[in-house]
């Protein structure tokens, strides 16, 4: 865990786990206690809305046909274009990283609740953990995992395993996680668990201060 990328004025948690593993109704739990939450995926559709530099440089780049008929981005068609070309992956990865990193530093900084949640499911992967205080890992067994999102998605076991290996490895994570909350067991008791955390985490950003 690094400290030295971190915006000085909140403490930021960065929560993260694998698809599957519970991450949003572990943030709306910390939400109802009145903690701000910043939700990467969120941002990482914010920063390609209508209008904004995100998606004119996709348009400039791909062509007005990357559009759907209302004008916003049509992520079904990008995914196609860069599913098989590692050129044009890095060219969109390129344009995208910087301006989610932006946002998020942004919203990170104007939260006004007594710590702010960092919610990324890549937060190891991208080097985001670099922004946070401290990180809690959500974390289920891989069968869990493949058998929720199997349900949450209405995909195929094959198309479920091969989201989870394209992710960093439940040990790795386990390992750079600075707390870890099991979330296969009943909810009251992950909450119960949960609040002691939040207890903590409001401590260490008092004491921050």
């Given amino acids: 865990m690094s400290n030295t990328q971190h915006p000085k004025t909140n403490w930021v948690l960065g929560l993260t786990g694998g698809i599957g593993c519970g991450k949003t109704a572990v ?7 009145g903690i701000t939450i910043v939700d990467a995926d969120i941002v990482a559709r914010q920063v390609v809305e209508p209008g904004t530099v995100g998606l004119k440089a996709i348009i400039a780049h791909f062509g007005s046909e990357i559009l759907d008929q ?3 981005l049509n992520r079904s068609e990008l995914r ?12 969109l990865n390129a344009l ?3 301006l989610i990193r932006t946002q998020l530093i942004d919203d990170l900084k104007r939260a006004q609740s007594d ?7 890549l937060l190891f992967e991208n080097g985001l953990d670099g922004y946070c205080h ?19 998605d209405n995909i195929s076991i094959e198309q479920a395993k091969q989201i989870i290996s394209a992710q960093m490895a439940r040990e ?5 996680a600075d707390d870890i909350l099991n979330n296969n ?14 207890q903590y985490y409001l401590q260490l950003a008092k004491s921050s201060l």
């Fill in 96 to 98: 995208l990283h910087p």
């Fill in 80 to 91: 196609a274009r860069i599913f098989s070309n590692t050129e044009q992956k890095s060219w």
């Fill in 185 to 198: 067991r009943q909810l009251n008791d992950v909450k119960q668990d949960l609040l002691k955390l939040h």
């Fill in 27 to 33: 943030s709306d739990m910390l939400a109802e206690l």
């Fill in 115 to 121: 710590y702010v949640v960092l919610v990324a499911p």
């Fill in 134 to 152: 401290r990180t809690l890992l959500i974390d289920v067994p891989k069968e869990v995992q493949i058998a929720r999102t199997i349900k949450r």
């Fill in 172 to 176: 790795n994570k386990q390992q750079k």
């Fill in 70 to 72: 209302h004008g916003a």
